[in-house]
């Protein structure tokens, strides 16, 4: 599970944010690891559509997701996940999609076989939310 790759370009200057980040040297360490090991990054849905067909989920998948809908998914994480032949799933916040994450690059991961999903309205740390608040934010 990532939220955000750091980077020059794509610095993390949110404390709050700063323990959700990877800098974008270790996450490219990280699916290296992955490849010399034998394992496959996949998507979300890639996993529910084995469990969907009754099918156990090979033992070297390895489900990959990044929360959010930040601008370094797009620049630097789908490129690296590409390199390896990786897929993975892209929670993105509704809110963020006319800014840190356009709708034309929602479609090229889309092209590029990464499947993306909903991760709510607003970037909000859902547990703090009363029930009501949750029901508007979704």
Known sequence: MYHRLESPECP?????????SVPLAEFDRQMA???????LGVSMDQIHSELAAGR??????????????????YRHALPILT?????????VC????QGEMPP?????LRAAGMHV??????????TALSA???????
Request: no cysteine; glycine share 8%; hydrophobic share 40%.
């Open 12 to 20: 993390v200057d949110s404390a709050q944010e700063r323990p959700w």
């Open 33 to 39: 690891r992955l490849r010399e090991t034998g394992r």
């Open 56 to 73: 156990d989920v090979p033992a070297a998948w390895v489900g990959l997701t990044f929360d959010d809908g930040n601008a370094s998914d």
């Open 83 to 91: 390199g390896y032949g990786f897929h993975a799933t892209f929670f």
């Open 94 to 97: 509704a809110d963020r999609i």
């Open 104 to 108: 034309a690059q929602l479609r090229e």
């Open 117 to 126: 999903g909903s991760h709510a309205v607003h970037h909000v740390f859902m």
């Open 132 to 138: 009501v608040e949750e029901e508007a934010d979704v």
